[in-house]
Nanobody
Framework: QVQLVESGGGLVQPGGSLRLSCAAS????????MGWYRQAPGKQRELVAT???????NYVDSVKGRFTISGDNAKNIVYLQMNSLKPEDTAIYYCHLNLATWTSGPNEYWGQGTQVAVSS
């Protein structure tokens, strides 16, 4: 069993910052990819950022230069630092991990979601 716990969402004014965290627990053997997705009301879930075990990082164009993803494989935690937030960043943010446990091969796991609201 793998459990993901997200934290760090909230309400912030445009131009503000938030830092999301996602901590995974369980019998984790190897972490392959850690990432963040978001889903705004009435829209499909979209990829925000990913970081792989070899350090490769990808961002959706709309957040480049404003968001930074980082991970701590030893602690099984992934972070998303969000700066210069805009109203269009308002969404529920989901942590997504691709990992293997001691009893199963690579699989995908999702966090419960944390609300980010950007408004004046």
């Amino acid at each position: 069993q793998v459990q993901l716990v997200e934290s760090g969402g909230g309400l912030v004014q445009p131009g503000g910052s938030l830092r999301l965290s996602c901590a995974a627990s369980g019998r984790i053997f190897s972490m392959y990819v850690m990432g963040w997705y978001r889903q705004a009301p009435g829209k499909q879930r979209e990829l925000v950022a990913t970081i792989s075990s070899d350090g490769r990082i990808n961002y959706v164009d709309s957040v480049k230069g404003r968001f930074t993803i980082s991970g701590d494989n030893a602690k099984n935690i992934v972070y998303l630092q969000m700066n210069s937030l805009k109203p269009e960043d308002t969404a529920i943010y989901y942590c997504h991990l691709n990992l293997a446990t001691w009893t199963s091969g690579p699989n995908e796991y999702w966090g419960q979601g944390t609300q980010v609201a950007v408004s004046s």
